[in-house]
């Protein structure tokens, strides 16, 4: 089970927000590429970077602070990038900088062709970002929510030869109250291509029940707030996921 740390950059900062809300959010460092190192440090095998700027202004906006980042890091882990992606040349210049996965949101449900066009020319190395309430698929910065069901959308892309799914319940997200776990393993149990759990990992017991199901398809989690506030050790939590699972 891969632990995977989140740096959420805003304005060249790393924050946290609450249910993606920007006007709630809480800067955690001021220095992007140092907190990458710190968590690399404490044993990360993979970085998770989102573009909050980028997300809301369709474009990517933190191009400086990744490029520090994919600088510290080299060739240690790889990082993966969501927020803003929506063409191409994006992808391509973020791949050409280091990045190894990109992550499509908004754009994989708004814009399916550009998926399907991503998928062709960069295989391997594009992930989709579902983010859902109640089973429904959101977009736009999660300000919009659509009639389509997670499933049968994450279906259709995995044809498409995405490499795997970030599911996130924007419910849960920011506010420690737990993985929903069974909306989690039913997507995975739905799919061939691994999903990757994020929002609302509150403790150490989020990541033993996921460690229980790791074998219905879940790669990993992403991990927000609580190795910021302390709620978790990271360290401690990734020895113990490689203890549960090893």
């Not at 659509?146 to 959308?153: A, F, M």
């Amino acid at each position: 089970m891969l632990l995977i740390p989140a740096i959420d950059l805003k304005d060249g900062h790393c924050v946290r927000l609450k249910q993606g809300d920007m006007e709630q959010a809480t800067t955690f460092g001021e220095d992007p590429a140092a907190m990458a190192r710190q968590w690399l440090d404490r044993g990360a095998r993979r970085l998770h970077l989102v573009d909050l700027n980028g997300a809301f202004a369709g474009k990517p906006q933190n191009f400086a602070a990744v490029k520090a980042i994919l600088k510290e890091v080299g060739d240690d882990i790889p990082v993966q990038l969501g927020g803003g992606i929506r063409d191409l040349d994006t992808i391509e210049r973020y791949i050409d900088g280091g990045l190894r996965y990109v992550i499509i949101g908004t754009a994989a449900v708004k814009n399916p062709g550009f998926l399907k066009d991503a998928c062709t020319a960069f295989g391997g190395h594009i992930i989709v970002g579902l983010d859902a309430k109640d089973g429904k698929v959101a977009t736009d910065g999660w300000s919009k929510l659509t009639g389509h069901e997670v499933v049968d959308l994450a279906r259709k892309f995995e044809d498409w030869g995405v490499e795997s799914i970030v599911y996130t319940d924007i419910g849960r997200d920011g506010m420690l109250t737990g993985i929903n776990v069974e909306a989690t393993v039913k997507l995975a149990q739905s799919l061939q291509i691994p999903v990757i759990a994020s929002g609302g990992l509150a403790g150490m017991a989020d990541i033993e029940k996921l460690c229980a199901v790791e074998g219905e398809g879940i790669e990993g989690v992403i991990c927000g707030r609580a190795i910021y506030s302390g709620d978790l050790d990271f360290a401690a939590a990734q020895a113990r996921a490689d203890a549960l699972n090893g």
